[in-house]
Nanobody, 114 residues
């Protein structure tokens, strides 16, 4: 299974960006799919995850600002990021968890700076 992200880039503080992720084939919607992020020199951090497009979980640092949306028909998951802060700057990785086996995208850089 291949995982491909898109939509990263540069945003100003307070701005918005939307990340997209598509997997190469359909999978059971109950497999978790979502986003991690990583800053150089730090551990990868779970940002948001969707299970079946119904159950979602967010990192405390992004609650109320980020929204994860999953479209199983399109084999995609999206991350709408609003009210961005400089501390949101990181490489964002899309993932799919198939019974404990993780599939990762190559990552997309998000930079929040004025």
């Amino acid at each position: 299974i291949q995982v491909v992200e898109s939509g990263g880039g540069l945003a100003q503080p307070g701005g918005s960006l939307k990340l997209s992720c598509t997997i190469s084939r359909s999978v059971f919607s109950g497999f978790p799919m979502g986003w991690y992020r990583q800053v150089a020199g730090k551990e990868r951090e779970l940002v948001a995850v969707s299970v079946g497009g119904i159950n979602t979980k967010y990192a405390d640092s992004v609650k109320g600002r980020f929204l994860i949306d999953r479209d199983n028909a399109e084999r995609s998951v999206y991350l709408q990021m609003s009210s961005l802060k400089p501390e949101d700057t990181a490489v964002y990785y899309c993932f799919l968890d198939v019974r404990g086996v993780y599939y990762w995208g190559p990552g997309t850089q998000v930079t929040v700076s004025s």
